[in-house]
Nanobody
Framework: QVQLVESGGGLVQAGGSLRLSCAAS????????MGWHRQAPGKQRELVAS???????NYADSVKGRFTISRDNAKNTVYLQMNSLKPEDTAVYYC??????????????WGQGTQVTVSS
């Protein structure tokens, strides 16, 4: 099992910045990816950004150039720096951890979610 603890959400005005953190603990896989998804009211959960433990990153088109994902492998922690926030970024942000075992089984874990609200 992997436990995820998120922090850093809150209320910010449009154009402002927030930084989300997510720390993983427990049965950490040697090959893994961590990332952030978000879900706005009435919408499906969507990928925001992800990063592998080899530092390969992936971003949703809507956040490219504004958000930056990074990780500290020694701390098993992923960060999401969100700049130039827009009201449409308002959502619950969920940390995601995916690990792959030696027999290629994928394990998927989610954090409890943290609210990000951007006021206009």
């Amino acid at each position: 099992q992997v436990q995820l603890v998120e922090s850093g959400g809150g209320l910010v005005q449009a154009g402002g910045s927030l930084r989300l953190s997510c720390a993983a603990s427990g049965s950490i896989f040697s090959i893994n990816a961590m990332g952030w998804h978000r879900q706005a009211p009435g919408k499906q959960r969507e990928l925001v950004a992800s990063i592998t433990n080899g530092d390969s990153t992936n971003y949703a088109d809507s956040v490219k150039g504004r958000f930056t994902i990074s990780r500290d492998n020694a701390k098993n922690t992923v960060y999401l720096q969100m700049n130039s926030l827009k009201p449409e970024d308002t959502a619950v942000y969920y940390c995601n951890y995916r690990g792959w075992s030696m027999d290629k089984v994928t394990y998927n874990y989610w954090g409890q979610g943290t609210q990000v609200t951007v006021s206009s």
